[in-house]
T-cell receptor, first 113, second 114 residues
């Protein structure tokens, strides 16, 4: 079946620290991979995505590379800010058909000044 | 351009009561979705509508019904609410139904069933 496993939180960092949130997936075929972010009291919004192996998605200083050999899509940022505090969700979608998203459980990130 | 809007923002129901959650999008998207978010569970798909006039079950459809009223609107109905339906409900839309499409989410409806 299709599933996403992401590292348990919460993650607490100081401003300017390096961030990694691990995400691995199980899927048949060739899924697309996504990172969504949820700020307090808001809905989810797309942070970045990659639709084929070895693609790198990037946005707002965040990056993630689609690694088919390790079935991973880890989220990284070199220097986090207080404004990055949010819940981050890794998700996958089957490439060819219905765009249903399979979500991980989410990782709460808190950044202290 | 409001994107995806949901009403109400909060609702408290008693067990057995019914209610309808409303969702509308102004992006001319073809596909719409309803998810529920529970602590530690991520989001799970309840129902989706690939295009106007079609609806299909997702992962957790029991206890819910949906209506794709027109291209803009997709409502979720709880006929007889149960405490297990306490959750945050998100509506989303996408241009197409393909797996590469980005989904756009509304702000959510927090529902408490007593």
């Amino acid at each position: 079946g299709n599933s996403v496993t992401q590292m348990e939180g919460p993650v607490t960092l100081s401003e300017e620290a390096f961030l990694t949130i691990n995400c691995t997936y199980t899927a048949t075929g060739y899924p697309s991979l996504f990172w969504y972010v949820q700020y307090p009291g808001e809905g989810l919004q797309l942070l970045l995505k990659a639709t084929k192996a070895d693609d790198k998605g990037s946005n707002k200083g965040f990056e993630a590379t689609y690694r088919k050999e390790t079935t991973s899509f880890h989220l990284e940022k070199g220097s986090v800010q207080v404004s990055d505090s949010a819940v981050y969700f890794c998700a996958l979608s089957r490439g060819s058909t219905l765009g249903r998203l399979y979500f991980g459980r989410g990782t709460q990130l808190t950044v202290w000044p | 351009n409001a994107g995806v809007t949901q009403t109400p923002k909060f609702q408290v129901l008693k067990t057995g009561q019914s209610m309808t959650l409303q969702c509308a999008q102004d992006m001319n998207h073809n596909s719409m979705y309803w998810y529920r978010q529970d602590p530690g569970m991520g989001l799970r798909l309840i129902y989706y509508s690939a295009s106007e006039g079609t609806t299909d079950k997702g992962e957790v459809p029991n206890g819910y019904n949906v209506s794709r009223l027109n291209k803009r609107e997709f409502s979720l109905r709880l006929e007889s609410a149960a405490p297990s339906q306490t959750s945050v409900y998100f509506c989303a839309s996408s241009q197409g139904q393909g797996g590469r499409e980005t989904q756009y989410f509304g702000p959510g409806t927090r529902l408490l069933v007593l």
